[in-house]
């Protein structure tokens, strides 16, 4: 009979284990999972604000003690003026194994679309062309996304207005999944390089990234840290 309680008390005991596990899990699958989505109030240079669709997913290489590198983003949102739905992709090229951006910057200017991104470590920087202030600019035509020219961005265009650096762990962080303007700004504060302070124009005298000589499993370390004074 002794032997019976004791099963007893050991599967109850079991029990919670196993509820507490699945009360973990269930939790992950809200902050922490691979795939992840959210949204931001993006204040854009007149003043006004659009509501964006942003989300992730990790799967891509890394190393021990990291987070999976992102292998898909996507920004989205609702043209204010036209009604477009505007999607903005970046997958996992073959070449680097995970994405090839980080948005930083989305801007509206007559009626046209701007998104900034910043290359996603040194061997996406060096695949588009090692840009120098380290920018890719797109702009949004015929329903498509084309690269442009830094000097086409509007001068307006100044502001980091979407969360930059890990942004799915900083939603993490936050605990909700909406994120409004002045939390962005919160967020994308401090950085020591004056690129991620604001949108520069003028070329860094600084070699942003050096070239690589051999592959190093990358990312999702963003080519910025907000607590070291050096790059």
């Known amino acids: 009979m002794e032997y019976c309680n004791s099963l007893v008390r050991a599967t109850r005991g079991l029990g919670l284990i196993l509820g507490l596990l699945l009360n973990l899990t269930a939790c992950a699958g809200i902050f922490g ?11 854009l240079h007149d003043g006004s604000r659009v509501i964006v669709e942003r989300s992730v997913e990790r799967g891509g290489p890394h190393e021990v003690g990291q987070r999976p590198s992102y292998i898909k983003e996507t920004v989205s949102f609702t043209h204010p003026t036209t009604g477009e739905q505007i999607v903005w992709e970046d997958k996992a090229t073959p070449d680097l194994r995970n994405s090839n951006f980080l948005p930083m910057a989305l801007d509206i200017y007559q009626d046209k679309v701007y998104l900034v991104a910043s290359p996603m470590g040194c061997l996406a920087y060096n695949k588009w062309g090692r840009p120098n202030p380290p920018y890719v ?22 502001a980091l207005n979407l ?3 890990s942004p799915d762990t900083e939603v993490e962080n936050l ?57």
């Not at 690269?147 to 307006?156: A, I, K, M, S």
């Not at 994120?179 to 942003?208: C, F, H, M, T």
């Open 33 to 43: 999972s691979a795939n992840m989505n959210w949204q931001e109030e993006v204040l």
């Open 137 to 158: 600019v797109f702009s949004h035509q015929n329903k498509t996304w084309k690269r442009v020219p830094l000097q086409e961005l509007p001068p307006e265009t100044k």
């Open 175 to 231: 605990g909700k999944r909406f994120v409004d303007a002045e939390a962005i700004r919160n967020i994308n504060s401090g950085y020591k390089q004056n690129e991620y302070n604001s949108i520069i124009r003028e070329p860094l005298r600084s070699e942003w990234c050096r070239q690589p000589t051999s592959f190093k499993a990358p990312i999702p370390i963003p080519p910025h840290d907000k607590s070291s004074k050096d790059r």
């Open 163 to 165: 969360i930059f650096s």
